[in-house]
């Protein structure tokens, strides 16, 4: 088999990013709509993130936040968002590129994308799936317990693993 020189891979991730800002830009915009929010995990420690060090210092590797109900200044561009959060009682603001993301989730409609990120080393994170941090599983069982979907209906998450080449 050839060698891929497009790197589709690449290609199908920033286009999939892609519907994550056109999403956020919505929001931000409009507010959300309906009973839609959105889990979003990124690494904390990839190029461009910025949190304050004691949220550093708590999440070291990866982040799951929740946009529904208490979150302020959603601000959208080209490269990433900034969004102002409450941790502890302790107001927040935490820039994300969409490089970072992870992970989009919204359970109003099980749909969720997934994606590759690059740390600060260079070095491809593991999927969400394969995590070995079980506290980022923990964060997200959390945030849906607070955000009251707790149900079992199947997820629709897309992952670009089930597109690549298998060596």
């Known amino acids: 088999m050839s060698e891929d020189l497009i790197r589709y891979d690449v290609l199908a991730q920033e286009a999939l990013r892609g519907v994550v ?3 956020l830009t919505e929001v931000g915009k409009t507010g959300l709509p309906g009973e839609h929010h959105f889990f979003i995990s ?41 969004v102002g959060l409450s941790f502890d009682g302790q107001p927040e603001l935490l820039v994300v590129p969409y490089s970072a993301i992870k992970g989009f989730f919204d359970p109003s409609v099980q749909f969720g994308l997934q994606f ?49 080449k298998k060596p």
Do not use: C, H
Not at 46 to 75: C, F, H
Not at 121 to 148: C, F, L, W
């Open 21 to 23: 800002r056109k999403v």
């Open 116 to 164: 590759d990120v690059m740390d600060e080393n260079g070095d491809v994170t593991a999927p969400i799936e394969e995590a070995d941090d079980s506290d980022d599983e923990d964060d997200v069982d959390q945030a849906k317990a607070k955000s009251g979907d707790d149900d079992d209906e199947t997820e629709n998450v897309v992952s670009l693993d089930s597109f690549r």
């Open 42 to 82: 990124f690494v904390t420690t990839a190029p461009g993130v910025r949190i304050s060090e004691k949220l550093l210092k708590q999440y070291e590797n990866e982040m799951t936040i929740v946009l529904q109900n208490q979150y302020w200044d959603l601000k959208i561009n080209d490269t990433g968002f900034e």
